[in-house]
């Protein structure tokens, strides 16, 4: 059983390819078999893991000629964490699908067959509700959204649950939003708290790990390391560690995952 999570906020700088990085590190130090499938032409994820954007090719060139996605996922310096690099030439895929049939199940149909090798899929999405957005809204169970504490945190929220609710009725009636994940929680500021009450109001479903603004955080990337490995004392992998474990047992106790807050 495995089970694919989309990390998707249309927001940029929101925290979804830390979230996806630092939550996938701490669940395959909790014995998961993680892929981390990097879905954003940015490639992010790719470098903030310590890999070259895809030489043997990624997910651009898999999803646009129906590749074998197996080829080209790779190990990374944690154990039990592989990943599917990306290349900026997936920026073009988003052009590309357009004139495909069921262009919106590319991802899908390439992934499914990963399921068997792996525990948890988790999609790092970009910073829109593009093509490459939905086709990993199609192809996942479950919807993690990294929210920012931060001024306006709410916007945007709206139009995201909207598309999650046209992806329900059109393409995936079995996707669920998982939880909200606080981002970049500032402890010194009560706008912080303020947008914690608020999200929390709003969605019954926010995750009770609070990921803090954190240096640490924000120097790992450029390390090609993920957080546990670039300093495993900080607050923010230890934020991260939480939020695994909250992840986890929800899975283990087959907790509801709540369509909408
Ligand atoms: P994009 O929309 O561009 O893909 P994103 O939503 O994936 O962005 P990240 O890349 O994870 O967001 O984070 C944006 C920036 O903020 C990065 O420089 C990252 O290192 C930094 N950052 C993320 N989380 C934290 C945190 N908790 N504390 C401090 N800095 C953070
Ligand atoms: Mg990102």
Redo the contacts with the bound molecule.
């Keep these: 059983m495995s089970t694919v999570f989309a990390v998707v906020?249309q927001k940029?700088?929101?925290?979804?390819?830390?979230?996806t990085v630092s939550l996938g590190t701490a669940l395959a130090m909790r014995r998961q078999r993680v892929l981390v499938i990097d879905a954003?032409p940015?490639a992010?994820a790719t470098t903030a893991l310590g890999q070259r954007q895809g030489e043997g090719g990624g997910l651009y060139e898999s999803m646009v000629d129906e590749r074998s996605l197996d080829a080209t996922v790779v190990p990374t310096a944690v154990p039990g964490l592989s990943l599917v690099p990306t290349t900026t030439q997936l920026a073009g895929a988003e052009v590309e699908l357009v004139s495909i049939m069921a262009r919106e199940f590319r991802m899908k149909r390439i992934l499914d067959p990963l399921r068997e090798r792996f525990g948890v899929i988790l999609i790092d999405c970009?910073?829109s509700l593009g093509l490459l957005t939905v086709n990993a809204l199609a192809a996942a169970d479950e919807v993690i959204i990294?929210v920012q504490c931060e001024y306006l945190a709410l916007e945007g929220l709206g139009h995201l649950a909207e598309t999650i609710r046209l992806v329900q009725a059109n393409l995936n009636p079995r996707l669920r939003i998982r939880g909200i994940v606080l981002?970049?929680f500032d402890t010194r500021t009560n706008l912080a708290r303020q947008v914690e009450e608020e999200v929390r109001q709003h969605f019954a479903n926010t995750f009770r790990a609070v990921?803090?603004?954190?240096?640490r955080?924000?120097e790992a990337?450029s390390h090609g390391a993920p957080i546990q490995l670039y300093d495993p004392q900080s607050t923010?992998a230890q934020a991260y560690d939480q939020l695994a474990d909250e992840l986890l047992a929800q899975l283990q106790h087959a907790g509801p995952a709540v369509a909408h807050g």
Aim: aromatic share 0%.
């Design positions: 906020n940029g700088g929101v925290g979804k390819t830390t979230t954003d940015q992010n970009p910073p990294p981002t970049m990921i803090p603004r954190s240096v955080l924000s990337p923010g």
